[in-house]
């Protein structure tokens, strides 16, 4: 079989299992996933469904509770104070407190009064059922033993279900017995049950026991069902969630129903589809166009390079030469060309290796040379640690748990009658507000340093994305950017007395190589400062500056007050090895023209001479996502008519 067809076999045979390969995945793991999150969204939403009526129970739990704790009701309750029932137990009460029932009823059981409105329809009914109930069937629930108890939950009425709250009638001071109860009630009627679905914002609905709208498996729910959640997909693609509310006495009273849009598996199906028509598609594609370069780069090549072979024997070009380790035909001419060209090809693999060593080296300075940034910020950092451990109160902590070891066996003795028991007591609770102290400075460093080290891998990250010319993008924050080369710059800011301001207006997330656009901030900001400390007894601002310059480029500016310089210095700044500084290497801004070159961009520095500060400008295309129109609507909606640019001023003391 030739290499063309066992080619063609294998690249179908991949293209099947990659295409079975995610099929499975949609079938067994995404869809299934989305599935799941769903139900979790449901539980979550009858779970705040319930918690809203129970914060409702609270509400009528304190309503009730302060009524029963006034004097007024408490004279009412054993005199029965007509001041008091002609002034508050009027129908105005029930409108105001929104209650459908009020009743005071003595610890005897007898009931002072009671009597309730609906507040649907306004209109007074019987309430002895419910007076029944408190008096009889709930008397051991409310007969309270101290003035905290209460009684909250549902029970059943004539009306339908109703929220109930008895708190015990006792004097203002809360001191002395219970002498009856306070309770209020309200029915969840449709009102009720429409404000808790608008503040939920759910599709919420309550079923009491004899409701037509109630499923078989509903019933079974509230006839007293082991299984109290239930969630389920109607004909129609609804989910519907439903779980039991118990009464006061603990038996099933009313069934909660939440219907939810099936839009999360929806959309995974949708989603999986076209994740399964992507990867036939992508398949194909691989195998076409995998077939299309092995011909391209195998097959053709072939006769190309037997006709080479030829040339190079006939004519001795030595300049082209070809490297094959193989045993099928191309190996075969490969061997043949390099058996005629073996004296150059030593001379050329040495040439090659001194050019690739030349890329080494400089890619090698570069990264040493930024790598050296942040390792003065990590070398601060451990200095700092260190100085911190060696000065630590841990030595003393010894000598306080030998001085405890010693007086173990008399330690009662040693606290009450020694005077260095109080004392050492004193120390060790200021030696542990000590050591806390150490500890959260020392997390805070150490902090700081794992930061730095990310950043140092982050560069070489970068600069290998450099040596292969690559420009990977990602999104990233404008405020997150300039909050990270800042925090990279702390330690060199910090007691200079620079003060940082800020000057950048409200923008989409910016779509940059975020590891090299923050390494060209960090050099630019280093030059700044140290520009800056060169210059002492002055006020120093390094200004940082973004606007949008076109429609998707980004202009980023850095301003020193620090040295400035000629114009001839300007001229050479972005050359390799040239810096102004006894100490520099004239790598950062070398590094920095290559990035922002290399990505389309441009840089640029100017200064109206020496002593009068500088700016570096870099540009960067196709930084500037376009946000969506929903995006666009909700930032219109947030914000003034009129926005202006945030500056927001930093200052390191």
Not at 565 to 578: A, H, I, K, N, P
Request: glycine fraction near 6%; charged fraction near 25%; aromatic fraction near 4%.
């Amino acid at each position: 079989m030739s290499i063309r067809h066992q080619i063609t076999l294998i690249l179908i045979a991949l293209s099947a299992i990659f295409v079975t390969t995610s099929w499975l995945m949609q079938q067994f793991f995404i869809e299934p996933a989305f599935a799941a999150l769903e139900l979790d969204s449901a539980d979550k939403d009858l779970r705040r469904c319930i918690d809203a009526l129970n914060a409702e129970l609270e509400s009528l739990e304190e309503l009730s509770g302060d009524w029963g704790a006034w004097d007024e009701a408490y004279e009412f309750t054993l005199n029965g104070s007509e001041a008091f029932k002609s002034s508050n137990l009027i129908d105005e009460t029930f409108t105001t407190a929104d209650l459908d029932y009020l009743s005071i009823i003595a610890k005897n059981g007898d009931v002072k009064w009671s009597d309730g409105i609906n507040s649907a329809t306004g209109e007074h009914y019987d309430v002895s059922s419910i007076d029944s109930m408190l008096t009889k069937d709930l008397a051991e629930k409310t007969r309270f033993v101290t003035v905290e108890d209460s009684l909250s939950g549902l029970i059943e009425t004539t009306l339908g279900p109703m929220l109930i709250a008895s708190c015990p009638v006792v004097p203002s001071n809360r001191k002395g017995e219970s002498i009856g109860i306070m309770t209020m009630g309200r029915l969840l009627t449709e009102d009720r049950i429409s404000e808790l679905a608008h503040r939920t914002h759910l599709d919420v609905s309550f079923l009491a026991k004899g409701s037509k709208q109630l499923t078989s498996m509903e019933r079974r729910f509230l006839e007293g069902s082991a299984v109290s959640k239930h969630v389920e997909t109607t004909e129609d693609g609804t989910l519907t969630a439903s779980t039991t509310l118990k009464d006061v006495t603990g038996k099933p009273l009313v069934l909660i129903r939440l219907s939810m849009s099936r839009t999360v598996t929806q959309q995974g199906a949708i989603a999986a589809r076209a994740a399964m028509w992507c990867s036939l598609g992508g398949a194909l594609m691989t195998a076409l166009g995998t077939g299309m370069a092995l011909r391209r780069r195998v097959m053709e090549p072939l006769q190309e390079m037997a006709n080479h072979a030829t040339r190079v024997g006939v004519q001795d070009d030595l300049d082209a030469r070809i490297r094959f380790r193989r045993n099928d035909e191309i190996g075969k001419l490969a061997a043949t060309f390099n058996l005629m060209v073996a004296r150059l090809a030593d001379s050329r693999d040495k040439l090659q290796e001194a050019a690739h060593r030349a890329g080494m080296a400089e890619i090698a300075s570069e990264v040493l040379h930024n790598v050296g940034n942040a390792v003065n910020s990590a070398g601060c950092s451990v200095e700092m640690l260190t100085e911190r451990l060696e000065s630590s109160r841990l030595p003393g902590l010894d000598m306080a748990i030998a001085l405890l070891s010693e007086q173990a066996p008399r330690a009662a003795e040693f606290f009450s009658q020694d005077p260095r028991g109080p004392k050492l007591i004193h120390y060790l609770e200021t030696l542990n507000g000590t050591l806390q102290r150490e500890h959260g400075e020392c997390l805070s460093e150490l902090r700081r340093l794992t930061e730095t080290v990310a950043h140092i891998r982050s560069v070489i990250t970068s600069q290998q994305d450099h040596a292969r010319k690559s420009d990977f993008r990602q999104k990233v924050g404008l405020q997150e950017l300039l909050d990270e080369t800042l925090h990279i710059n702390e330690q060199l800011l910090t007691g200079t007395g620079i003060r940082v301001h800020i000057e950048a207006p409200e923008l989409p997330l910016l779509r940059i190589n975020r590891s090299r656009i923050s390494q060209v901030l960090v050099n630019l900001q280093k030059n700044a400062i140290l520009s800056m400390i060169s210059v002492p007894n002055k006020e120093h601002v390094l200004t940082i500056s973004v606007r949008e310059e076109t429609e998707n480029t980004l202009a980023i500016s850095v301003t020193d007050t620090g040295t400035g310089m000629t114009s001839e210095v300007q001229s050479r700044l972005f050359q390799q090895g040239f810096t102004t500084r006894s100490t520099g290497s004239g790598l950062g801004l070398h590094y920095c023209a290559n990035v922002i070159r290399d990505i389309g961009g441009q840089i640029s520095a100017h200064s109206a001479g020496p002593g009068t500060g500088a700016t570096f400008r870099i540009t960067i295309p196709g930084a500037i996502t376009q946000p969506s129109p929903e995006e666009i609507a909700i930032r219109e909606a947030s914000e003034p008519a009129e926005v202006s640019d945030a500056s927001q001023p930093f200052a390191f003391t």
